[in-house]
């Protein structure tokens, strides 16, 4: 439970405070007892059997887990040429130019500024937000039409990878080292891409490395230096006669959107063909053991890419992440086609989940006023009103000043410190910075504003009805929301996925066009119903009607009697030469008669008949020769739950006379 958990987190400080201060007294010659730890604190030594002994290099790995960050790195962002647009509008490409083009550009694409000013941003703006265009993918047509190569359909010897040490590895760092990289890569066949990106101190995050190796090279190109010159790689990247292999790259394609204007044609997504092929695991570092027997080192996975220049650790945790990856793509490929059929399904439905993939667009992260209530249900909490009418306050607060300062909200205000001051409600500004340890920085800067808030949540009224938490959708990534865009309907910028939460909520569409009529009914349960029908088809409508039990009948006050009921009674009225009194639908019994129960019919035993008189073919099953008749839709085991009908208790329902 988080109670019991935070509650031994403080007693864990208690006693780590208090061992502090024996050392501080042993220090000054003064010696106390050492204090106990808590049960669930205190380490023992772990039984080691067959069963869960572990290698000592496995062990040494997760001892030395480490986290690179530099605490003085000056934020790149500021040095961008393109203007960061954090707004809730929506995200404008900046793909000018399309190399290996089948169809052209659209005009919309060509019209577009580079946004390097806000009056550059407004335009595109405009621009964009009035054409028709916005939705297409600028290589779809190319992705649709995309047919695998010959050599891609053919078994072929794995062309292991040389070791780290005898492979050359080139830092690009100019525009002129990535000119000569671009003409590397259109001159090869396949090669292997990789990102590493940041997005603890921006709100959108940014690429800042990308590597890149060929059978022969290995490349790490300084993505933060060369953002504006990164657009030349477009060419070989859609280049249908190039392989890209890359390793889950659902939102690596996004990034080189977002960042450098880069789409990839053609891609073998190693992750899809574990996926094809049921591995037991997914990730990279399960194939580089699977494939190339190499131990992956994650002990950096959680660095500060901003650092430059790159220290050694760094560069080589990059560089394995596609050094070895054409030739697990070797491996892979020979895999689906043995297993695959004459046509190489398995081969293709790899090559089509990675195509599918390179049709994903980049969608910006949009604000959603109730996102608070699903980070409320996911936490688990119990607030009443004011509580949480602080918790969607500070929520919409801390999105606002993470796209004002292009922060991450996990910077401006983390989630566990937005849930204890909606929890605590501080009466005091002091109070607010002893719910935060360590106090954020953004926090302190607009310390008077967030304390406005929380005293605008306490002074709100209790109330008992609380808002509904919002169920999201299941998607595989929160950029695919609006990935197949139907003409006659427009997404709203609400109904976007929220990436700064992960949540994704209800998509509404708005419609356009002509209005379409509500269908009326042409056969309704009630008989009321005044239809405009001709005599034969209200006949067939009446004949319809008589053969189907009326499920009604036993939730209404009153007994209706269908058609078939009032002929078969008249006609027994006629044979005994009494009238019986008969309801209409909607009409009471004849005054001064005796009211009939709505479930029980009492009727008089017919005068022996002549055989003319007597029902033939379907009346003869329908005919009422017993005192008691069943209501209709009353048959099987809803007799015997239906009691004793008559005083006495002499007869129940299903019961028969003799000779019947």
Known sequence: DLEERFET????????????????????????????????????TAEVASWNKKKDSVREAVASYKFIHAKNVQRPQLQFQDKIDNSSASFIPLLREKPNALKPLPETFQRLQNPTSLNALIANAKEWASSDQR????????????????????????????SLEDTPLTYVTTPQQLQELKEKLCSVSEFAVDLEH??????????????????????????????????????????????????????????????????????????????????????????????????????????????????????????????????IYDRMRNELLRRGNKQNNLLRSVLDRSRDICL????????????????????????????????????????????????????????????????????????????????????????????????????????????????????????????????????????????????????????????VGVAKPVISAFRDVQLDLTQSTQKKLEMIRSSFPDILSKFLEARIMTPSEVILRQKLSDTTGKATPTS???????????????????????????????PTGSQKTNAVTERVSLPAGVKGKDKRKMGNPLPGGKRKWGSTAKGE
Request: glycine share 4%; with cysteine.
């Open 360 to 515: 994903k667009t980049y969608k910006k992260p949009v604000f959603s006023e109730d996102g608070y209530l699903y980070l409320y249900n996911k936490h688990k909490r119990t607030f009443n009103s004011q509580q949480l009418h602080c918790l969607r306050l500070l929520y919409a607060w801390r999105d606002r000043v993470a796209r004002e300062e292009d922060e991450s909200t996990g910077y401006v205000l983390p989630n566990h410190m937005l849930f204890q001051i909606s929890e605590i409600l501080p009466r005091e500004p002091q109070g607010l910075l002893a719910c935060c340890n360590p106090i954020p920085t953004l926090l302190r800067t607009h310390l008077q504003e967030l304390y406005m808030l929380v005293q605008q949540a306490r002074e709100a009224p209790l109330s008992d009805r609380l808002p509904t938490p919002v169920i999201p959708a299941t998607v595989s990534s929160p950029a695919q929301l609006h990935q197949d865009h139907t003409p006659l309907a427009t997404p709203t910028p609400e109904d976007e996925p929220d990436t700064t939460t992960g949540a994704l909520y209800t998509t509404r569409l708005i419609a356009t066009g002509e209005p």
């Open 198 to 327: 940041h997005s603890y101190r921006s709100y959108q995050g940014f690429v800042c490395l990308m590597q890149v190796s060929t059978r022969d090279h290995d490349y790490i190109i300084d993505a933060l230096e060369l953002r504006q010159n990164m657009h030349v790689l477009l060419d070989p990247f859609t280049n249908p006669a190039i392989v890209k292999v890359l390793h889950g790259a659902d939102w690596d394609i996004l990034w080189l959107q977002r960042d450098f204007g880069i789409y990839v044609v053609n891609l073998f997504d190693t992750g899809q063909a574990s996926r094809v092929l049921s591995l037991p695991r997914f990730s990279l570092a399960f194939l580089l053991q699977y494939c190339c027997d190499v131990q992956a080192d994650k002990q950096y996975q959680l660095a500060d890419w901003r650092i430059r220049p790159l220290p050694p650790e760094l560069s080589k945790y990059a560089r394995e992440d596609t050094h070895y990856l054409l030739y």
């Open 584 to 614: 209409t639908p909607g009409t009471p019994a004849a005054s001064g008669a005796p009211s009939e129960s709505p479930l029980v019919k009492k009727e008089t035993s017919p005068a022996p008949a002549t055989t003319a008189d007597m």
């Open 9 to 44: 987190l403080v007693e864990a400080n208690d006693v780590l405070l208090e061992r502090v201060g024996i050392l501080l007294d042993e220090a000054s010659g003064v010696k106390k007892e050492q204090p106990v730890l808590p049960s669930a604190l205190q380490q023992g």
């Open 135 to 162: 939705f297409e993918h600028p290589y779809q047509y190319e992705l649709d039409h995309l047919e695998p190569r010959e050599e891609q359909l053919q078994l072929r010897e794995p062309e292991p990878p040389g």
